[in-house]
């Protein structure tokens, strides 16, 4: 029985959805404007888990991953430049190119990290039409007023706006949420369609209400799962960074639209931080996958580090710890690459109930370090078929078996400069797979081979 945390009650849950042969999952997704960095892909990399224990607990899924190319200003609420507008600003690029290069950028990364495909990739700008018709039925419906600048919604026209966040309305008007704007009514209000000024410059524009404007940050969400999925879905899912703000302005809008629940489950994964300060462009300190490929690692050794702590818990990122990951990636690979080379009458069986016992731990609330200490105790039992299944939910490329057809060729070219006592030639081959990064151990009538 699989259990979640679900931010929208405070509680951990059985996950039982409506219809398990059709579970619907939406994942907020990244604002194209910049390099994706490895707090972004933490991110993806906890839903990546998520959906494939939901798999392996047999359910069918539908998810959607949105792509944020339009709207989303530089402060997470209604002030600053256009994201996309900056990234072009600073690339001497359009918007529409710095939006299919990050795009392209992001996926690429993705697949690198053999990260499970959306069934939608739903990028904001081709749901322009939808987004109009959403901000039609809030105005219809009494959510929004005019402002100079865009159509805003009001959240006192919405009781229950506070409570997904247990925000503190009184109080935030004179602390966090600064408001910027003297024509909004209430300070938690947001806008859902910006208006482009005569003069002002904003590359992405659509005509609306007999004049250019652009969708608010937060409508593309609403928006994508109206269409894509159909409330309510099953699980919505983001950093805790949209908790406050973006997820809390979704429920209004759906709600305030369709009057429906938009999700019954809400999953938010923590920070990853650097020397304690949160992974972000603005703060200068981020590190790409590509950074960590520089300095010899694989995504997967990132991924498996990121596995031994939870989603739920701020995680501090440094090399060395990286380091040991990659040291455990190693050392499971090597179990695996032991099995290759045993005859099949030696090969063993599935070790008894340890399949179920590590999705049992994944079922609490994706605990995967729990998972992982199971899987070290467990290693030297485990079976060929095993290991699939571990692979099956971690998607951690522990399979290196494509390499093997050209190392056994120079194995046996070794040993058959060993038997001839042409000792040179023999240690040539074992320093070149050195340096390939494969090591040689001799026994007594074989010689087995594993990652150095
Ligand atoms: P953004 O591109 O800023 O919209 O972020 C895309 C996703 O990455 C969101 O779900 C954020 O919550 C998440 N994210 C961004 N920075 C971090 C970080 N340092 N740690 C964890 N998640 C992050
Ligand atoms: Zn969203």
């Not at 997967?300 to 710890?321: A, C, M, P, V």
């Not at 070790?351 to 995967?368: I, K, R």
């Amino acid at each position: 029985m699989l259990k979640l945390y679900n931010t929208a009650t405070k509680s951990l849950e059985t996950f039982s959805p409506k219809d398990p042969k059709n579970v619907k999952i939406y994942t907020c997704g990244p604002t194209v404007y910049s390099s994706p960095h490895l707090g972004n892909f933490s991110a993806y990399i906890y839903w990546d888990l998520l959906l494939r224990v939901l798999k392996a607990n047999g359910f069918s899924l539908r998810r959607v991953l949105n792509l944020t190319d339009v709207g989303h200003l530089t402060s997470d609420e209604d002030s600053g430049e256009d994201k996309l507008e900056k990234g072009a600003k600073r690339e001497g690029k359009t918007v529409w190119e710095i939006a299919d290069y990050y795009i392209s950028s992001f996926k690429s990364d993705f697949k690198k990290l053999n990260l499970l495909e959306p069934a939608v990739w739903a990028r904001a700008t081709d749901y322009i039409e939808e987004s109009k018709s959403l901000v039609e039925k809030l105005n219809k419906n009494g959510f929004l007023y005019e402002t100079s600048d865009g159509l805003y919604f009001d959240t006192s026209k919405f009781p229950t706006y506070a409570d997904f966040a247990r925000l503190d309305l009184k109080n935030q008007k004179a602390g966090a949420r600064v408001d910027f704007s003297s024509e909004k009514r209430n300070s938690s209000d947001f806008a859902v369609w910006k208006f482009i000024k005569p003069g002002e410059t904003h590359a992405m524009r659509w005509d609306f209400l007999g004049r250019p404007g652009y969708p608010g940050w937060h409508l593309e969400c609403s928006a994508i799962i109206h269409k894509e999925l159909g409330e309510p879905i099953d699980i919505h899912a983001g950093g805790i960074d949209h908790i406050p703000v973006h997820h809390t302005n979704e429920i209004a809008q759906t709600s305030g639209a369709f009057s429906k629940k938009l999700a019954h489950f809400w999953l938010h994964c923590n920070f990853l931080k650097i020397n304690g300060e949160k992974i972000s462009k603005s703060l200068g300190n981020i590190i790409t996958l590509k950074d960590l490929e520089e300095k010899g690692f694989s995504p997967f050794d990132f991924k498996l580090w990121l596995f031994q702590g939870h989603y739920r818990s701020e995680r501090n990122f440094t090399i060395s710890d990286l380091e040991s990951a990659k040291v455990r990636r190693k050392n499971w690979i090597n179990k695996l690459v032991l099995l290759y080379q045993l005859p099949e009458s030696e090969l063993p069986a599935p070790l008894e109930g340890f399949q179920d016992s590590v999705l049992s731990l994944l079922n609490n609330d994706l605990n995967s370090s729990s998972a992982f200490a199971l899987i070290d105790e467990k290693s030297p039992l485990l079976s060929l078929d095993d290991w699939k299944f571990l692979d099956s939910l971690f998607a951690l490329d522990l399979f290196v078996k494509d390499r093997t057809p050209a190392l056994l060729l120079k194995i046996r070219q070794r040993n058959t400069a060993r038997e001839k006592k042409n000792f040179a030639t023999a240690d040539k081959i074992r320093d070149e797979l050195l340096s390939e990064g494969v090591s040689l151990l001799d026994s007594s009538d074989k010689t087995f081979w594993q990652l150095a």
